[in-house]
């Protein structure tokens, strides 16, 4: 199969992606062409494993925002906008990515490096996502990251343990899907720790800086999702 073939592949996928995210209510006008041109740089960059990356976490997160969206509302904790996502979002959660994988098609070099860091950043976002969609229905006690006291569940920087347990599923779902890709070893840990480290910084951000008001909540997304890569990618300089 030639580049020009696998290029067309893409496109039609990509194509497909963000006339369902359309109709389907699940993204902005504005978020689908956001979304379709990071998936191109991730592709550019990472081949299929970096798009499959890119689907099974905005799988994963409309999965994870849509469930038990009654319950949700009742106390006050759905999505605004019936969890349609605006371009910000759609920025703040892959936009790293994009630019590591423009990283890695413009330095080859790198490639791999650069492969790892995005994969952490999306483990990072899959372990937020999934820690506080679903952390919210399951979790029994909540607390403030900093304080370790007792607080308000939905509110920024408040955890639960089983939360953090199923943010930690999400890493170890993107973690998979990386090393199916590129190969299985300590990779898989490193992204573990990577997305683990990810989420506790939202967390931290959330109960400081966010609540606060100094940043926004995709402020703080963004910065997730670079703690990912750079822990990540320094793990892999450091014990690779």
């Given amino acids: 199969m030639t580049d020009w073939v696998r290029l067309g592949i893409v496109l039609l996928l990509l194509g497909a992606g963000m006339g369902y995210s359309a109709r389907a209510g699940k993204l902005t006008t504005a ?9 191109l740089l991730i592709y550019l960059g990472s081949g299929f494993t970096g798009l499959a990356l890119l689907a099974l976490f905005f799988g994963l997160g409309t999965a994870a925002s849509g469930w038990r969206v009654a319950d949700k509302r009742r106390l006050g904790l759905a999505e605004e906008n019936r969890g349609r996502r605006t371009a910000g979002q759609v920025v703040a959660n ?4 994009g630019l590591l994988g423009l990283l890695a098609w413009q330095l080859p070099p790198h ?19 999934l820690a506080s969609e679903l952390g919210n229905v399951y979790g029994r006690r909540y607390y403030n990251i900093l304080t370790g006291q007792p607080d308000a569940r939905g509110r920024n920087g408040v955890v639960s ?8 599923a999400g ?24 997305g683990t480290a990810g989420n ?7 109960a400081t800086l966010e609540r ?12 997730n999702t670079l703690t990912g890569a750079l822990v990540a990618g320094g793990l892999m300089q450091w014990l690779g």
Avoid: I, K, Q
Avoid at 31 to 39: D, E, K, M
Avoid at 161 to 168: D, H, I, K, Q
Avoid at 213 to 218: M, S, V
């Fill in 171 to 194: 890493s170890a779902a993107l973690a998979a899907a990386y090393c199916l890709g590129f190969g299985w070893g300590p990779a898989f840990g490193w992204l573990l720790v990577a």
């Fill in 212 to 223: 606060r008001g100094y940043l926004g909540n995709n402020a703080v997304n963004f910065l």
């Fill in 111 to 129: 490639a791999p490096l650069a492969h790892l860091m995005l994969a952490g950043s999306f483990a990072a976002a899959a372990a937020d996502t």
């Fill in 200 to 206: 506790l910084a939202d967390s931290v951000l959330g």
């Fill in 31 to 39: 978020a689908v062409w956001a979304g379709g041109g990071l998936g």
């Fill in 94 to 97: 892959a936009g790293v990515a």
């Fill in 161 to 168: 343990l089983e939360g953090t347990a199923l943010g930690l």
